[in-house]
């Protein structure tokens, strides 16, 4: 499968992104990156049966200007819409804090975080997305969400000893496309995870068009 990937940001360089995602490249999936925002655009993401984002609303890691503008987010959706997936990993739910149309497509938004400490994250047993999966405790940013969506499909949660228990992933769809979101992700050992590997993999599978 190839995914095209939207990351890095000023507290979220690409190649955290770039090093969790390495080890799927000998599992038959490959990627394409867009990492200045300089460079979208809507017609760029018709190639791709999946799209990651994992980026908040910076243009790049060295230029804080936002880059999610109405058009942007009526791209993503009409995509969605249209039959693709949308991965939300980490900083991507950042976005629908000022971007109520990318909001509402993801489901839930960022508020905020307590310093960096040992997050443990626990799987629902039985949902197709944790297949595999077992709870596993990593240094993270222990993101704290605003769930919208009262009919999104909670598969993950999220735990520490900073901050009350989270829903940490969640699956949504919007026409005929579908949404996953991951909250966790900030440093690369996280995504080296074994657990979260397959959390990757299981959810660029469930995101793929079934056609």
């Given at each position: ?17 770039r090093?969790g ?19 979208w ?13 994992a ?24 995509y ?33 975080h ?6 443990t994250?626990?799987?629902?047993q ?5 297949t ?38 969640w ?19 996280v ?13 660029l ?7």
């Amino acid at each position: 499968m190839h995914v095209l990937v939207i990351c890095d940001d000023f507290w979220h360089p690409s190649s955290t992104v770039r090093q969790g995602l390495a080890p799927l490249e000998s599992q038959g999936y490959s990627f394409t990156w867009l990492e200045n925002a300089k460079d979208w655009s809507a017609a760029r993401l018709g190639g791709f049966p999946v799209t990651i984002l994992a980026k908040s609303d910076n243009v790049s890691a060295t230029d804080q200007t936002p880059w999610i503008t109405p058009d942007v987010e009526n791209a993503l959706l009409d995509y969605v819409r249209g039959g693709h997936g949308l991965l939300v990993i980490h900083s991507g739910t950042v976005g629908g804090q000022r971007c109520p149309t990318l909001r509402a497509l993801v489901g839930g938004v960022f508020v905020s975080h307590p310093k960096q400490c040992p997050v443990t994250v626990i799987p629902r047993q039985g949902h197709p997305l944790t297949t595999g999966v077992a709870a596993f405790t990593e240094t993270d940013e222990h993101y704290q969400m605003q769930l919208d969506d009262a009919q999104a499909s909670v598969f993950l949660t999220s735990e520490s000893g900073s901050a009350p228990r989270q829903p940490a992933g969640w699956t949504r769809s919007d026409g005929a496309g579908r949404v996953c979101v991951l909250t966790p992700g900030h440093n690369a050992a996280v995504w080296l995870q074994p657990g979260f590997q397959r959390l990757l993999i299981n959810a660029l599978s469930w995101c793929a068009p079934n056609d």
